[in-house]
């Protein structure tokens, strides 16, 4: 049995949002006691406060989160300025938490921290990492390379990184009852838990094929040879690097890609800075997109999870959606999650939140990566 339930408030005031949410919990609950948790909270709550009153609400529970660029959920549905909550409860999964302090200075050493203190508390195999790390003082790529060293290369792993409403200036993560910079949180899933995920974006690449063939992690200097500024203003005249127009970074088969998005230039050196790392000698290609394929990636990235379900009914789903989507689709972007909903009879217990960067899979049986522009669906049950 996986029993998952959400709760959701947009009351400002922290204490009156929290007594709501545990208030909903309570009830969604049911007398089941929940095991584990993710709270998602925008960047201005008092966030102490709320994580004491969740648990002395739930004592002994593992909790992770940290905060946003907005929320889901199937209560509310796309919010800002909220705090959203989702508890698992179940009598043959494990969930246990792990933290890694101050991954900036070690990302290896902090990943793996906060894998061996999870794992220490269970007997049975993990199955499901979700994680909800610091994207400001170190790299994304980093701290998932961490992660994959910790768990395996093809150990599947999902999340979002931790945001601050475009502020770009600290963000928080959750562990348990503590408030965290630069750290990494995690939840492990063990035992009989059953998952199914979608990844899609909207971009489609263009154009031709290029090399990335001199770059210094994600401050790429030349793309075939000539200054990485050249290959934008081949597509794109003398309009700068924007997230509307990000660069596809293929896989190893060529066929399968994640995105990186620009987020500054250099007349100078002819350098072009992305959102995160892109490993040298790799083949991309521009991307385009409209506003409506973007909304309808949010549409292909849940059929995928939801056909793919290898169970008879989900108990839940959880969304990491990116920063960028939100600013570009504005006032659109509660079309996302209404794409998600309006393709169920019935309502799928759903949380997410929008992310400074997310974390997937590309194939169902791939490598874990790190994404920008990108929405990803993982629906969870058991057996």
């Given at each position: 049995m996986l029993k998952i339930v959400v709760s959701h408030s947009n009351d400002p005031d922290s204490l009156s949002a929290v007594?709501?949410?545990?208030?909903?919990?309570?009830?969604?609950?049911?007398?089941?006691?929940?095991?584990?948790?993710?709270?998602?909270?925008a960047i201005d709550f008092e966030h102490s406060l709320i994580l004491q009153n969740i648990h002395q609400a739930f004592p002994g529970?593992?909790?992770?989160?940290?905060?946003?660029?907005?929320?889901?959920?199937?209560?509310?549905?796309?919010?800002?300025?909220s705090i959203t909550l989702m508890l698992f409860c179940s009598d043959d999964i494990e969930i246990r938490a792990g933290v890694g302090y101050q991954v900036s200075q070690n990302p290896i050493m902090a990943t793996?921290?906060?894998?061996?203190?999870?794992?220490?508390?269970?007997?049975?195999?993990?199955?499901?990492?979700?994680?909800?790390?610091?994207?400001?003082?170190?790299?994304?790529?980093?701290?998932?390379?961490g992660l994959k060293m910790a768990?395996?290369?093809?150990?599947?792993?999902?999340?979002?990184?931790?945001?601050?409403?475009?502020?770009?200036?600290?963000?928080?993560q959750f562990f348990q009852a503590e408030v965290l910079s630069d750290a990494v949180?995690?939840?492990?899933?063990?035992?009989?838990?059953?998952?199914?995920?979608?990844?899609?974006?909207?971009?489609?690449?263009?154009?031709?094929t290029s090399k990335v063939t001199k770059v210094d992690k994600n401050i790429v200097y030349e793309i075939d040879g000539k200054p990485a500024l050249e290959f934008y203003r081949y597509y794109l005249g003398?309009?700068?690097?924007?997230?509307?127009?990000?660069?596809?970074v293929f896989t190893h088969d060529e066929t399968n890609f994640y995105l990186r998005a620009p987020i500054a230039y250099d007349e100078k050196t002819g350098s072009v800075t992305f959102f995160a790392d892109i490993p040298v000698q790799a083949t991309i290609q521009m991307a385009e997109a409209g506003k409506q394929d973007i909304l309808a990636a949010s549409q292909a990235s849940f059929m995928t999870a939801f056909n793919n379900y290898p169970g008879k009914e989900p108990a839940g789903v959880i969304f990491f959606s990116c920063v960028a989507?939100?600013?570009?689709?504005?006032?659109?972007?509660?079309?996302e999650?209404?794409?998600?909903?309006?393709?169920?009879?019935?309502?799928?217990?759903?949380?997410?939140?929008?992310?400074n960067g997310e974390i997937a899979p590309i194939e169902s049986t791939g490598q874990t990566h790190f994404h920008n522009e990108t929405f990803v669906t993982l629906i969870l049950g058991t057996c």
């Open positions: 007594q709501e949410i545990i208030r909903q919990s309570t009830n969604s609950l049911q007398g089941n006691i929940p095991q584990a948790g993710i709270l998602f909270a529970i593992e909790l992770i989160g940290g905060t946003t660029d907005g929320e889901i959920s199937s209560l509310l549905e796309f919010q800002q300025d793996r921290e906060a894998v061996e203190q999870a794992k220490a508390k269970t007997k049975a195999t993990p199955q499901l990492c979700l994680t909800h790390p610091e994207s400001l003082t170190t790299s994304g790529v980093s701290i998932l390379d768990l395996g290369e093809k150990f599947p792993i999902f999340g979002g990184l931790a945001a601050d409403q475009s502020a770009y200036q600290n963000t928080y949180p995690i939840l492990l899933f063990s035992g009989k838990v059953l998952f199914s995920h979608g990844v899609a974006s909207g971009w489609l690449p263009i154009g031709k003398e309009l700068p690097p924007s997230i509307e127009n990000p660069v596809a989507r939100r600013q570009i689709l504005g006032t659109q972007t509660q079309q999650y209404l794409n998600t909903k309006n393709l169920l009879n019935q309502t799928l217990p759903a949380c997410g939140f929008y992310s």
